[in-house]
């Protein structure tokens, strides 16, 4: 029961720091460079990258996905063999009404 009113009273008492804290000191800004200081001008900007991805291929560019591994991508070795085949089966068999 103590919990919350400790709670609330930490509330309240940070509430009332905040309110009567004085303002923060305003930011003082340069003084202008003087007359016979010489003036550089500032370097030119940076190009940015743009941050909107580049729209993808037309669908006639694509081409149709036959089931075949892209040439260079691993195969895995048999243990990925096995579990693709145990994925697939339930996959088939439902597919086929449930006949294998």
Known sequence: MWLPALG????????????????AAPVVAEPAPSASAPVTPPPPPVPVASAVPPPPPPA?????????????????????AERMRRVRQPLQLKGAGGQP
């Open 8 to 23: 609330a009273a930490l509330f309240v008492a940070a509430g009332l720091w905040w309110a009567v804290s004085p303002a």
């Open 60 to 80: 006639s560019a694509v081409p149709p996905f036959d089931g075949r591994l892209p040439q260079g991508a691993p195969a895995g070795g048999p243990a990925a």
